[in-house]
């Protein structure tokens, strides 16, 4: 069992920056890839972000290459999420996810592929 509790969030002006955390609790958080997903206002929870449990490969969301980056500190228990440039449309509730040993693309991208969720931290960017 995983416990994730997300901060970081605020409100941002566009153009501007935030680094995201989740705080992982139990034991070989090591093992467990992390994904981070968000939920705007009106829409369906969308993928962001992911690593895989050993941290050699990452994946992204078409929208977000190039702005985001997600990494993971095992000695910390911590995932982040930097995300660099923001828009107003990247305004929504982020959650990240934990998943037992995934490494696959299809396992990853998927909200159905995590069994482990946070509560989620609020980002609101303004024009």
């Known amino acids: 069992q995983v416990q994730l509790a997300e ?6 002006q566009a153009g501007g920056s935030l680094r ?15 994904g981070w997903f968000r939920q705007g206002p009106g829409k369906e929870r969308e993928f962001v972000a992911a690593i895989t449990w050993s941290g050699r490969i990452t994946y ?3 929208s ?19 995300i660099n440039s923001l828009k107003p449309e ?3 509730v982020y959650y990240c996810a ?3 040993q995934g490494s696959t693309k299809v396992a990853l ?5 995590y069994p482990y969720w946070g509560q989620g931290t609020q980002v609101t960017v303004s024009s």
Do not use: M
């Open 64 to 82: 977000v290459k190039g702005r985001f980056t997600i990494s993971r500190d095992n000695a910390k228990s911590t995932v982040y999420l930097q």
């Open 20 to 34: 995201l955390s989740c705080a992982a609790s139990g034991r070989t958080f090591s093992s467990y890839a992390l």
């Open 7 to 12: 901060s970081g969030g605020g409100l941002v």
């Open 98 to 100: 934990a998943k037992f």
């Open 109 to 113: 991208t998927s909200t159905s592929g």
């Open 60 to 62: 992204y969301a078409d």
């Open 90 to 92: 990247d305004t929504a």
